[in-house]
């Protein structure tokens, strides 16, 4: 759920900022090939510096609260353990257990508390996995 506001803040964020620029353009495509003389009125002495400042500024928060509401999507941090299935891992943050599938090229060993990059998913029972894409970081072995 935090995710979601994180992303609809965002949204409201580039939607304001948005308005903004648009309000500032006069609507010359309008379509009917006709060029008469466009609705733009630049204003005397031109916009002030706080105008594009204030543009800017907007970018830049819709931009990094994008980045922050996105970057550790998929990440899994936790101690490996073994299953009669295979390798499993509960996440440190969200207290799910995860089945561990794919990348065979990596060996996990139980007992070592790693980040790894991935996808969650949910097979058909709604038992829960996670697509190993790589190891983020090894940590080492796990605290008991």
Do not use: H, W
């Amino acid at each position: 759920m935090r995710f979601f506001s994180k992303v609809v803040l965002a949204a409201l964020l580039a939607a304001a900022t948005s308005a903004s620029v648009l309000a500032q353009y006069g609507g010359r495509g309008s379509g009917t090939g006709s060029m008469g003389t466009g609705g733009y009125t630049p204003p005397k002495g031109g916009y002030s510096a706080g105008t594009g400042i204030a543009i800017g500024a907007g970018a830049a928060a819709g931009a990094g609260l994008a980045y922050f509401a996105l970057r550790n999507r998929g990440t899994v941090v936790g101690c490996v353990e073994q299953s009669s299935q295979g390798n499993k891992l509960l996440n440190e943050k969200d207290k799910n257990t995860y089945a561990l599938l794919g990348n065979g090229d990596l060996a996990l060993s139980p007992g070592e508390r790693v980040a790894l990059k991935g996808k969650k998913t949910k097979d058909d029972s709604g038992k829960l996995n996670f697509r190993v894409e790589k190891l983020a970081k090894d940590y080492g072995p796990c605290q008991r």
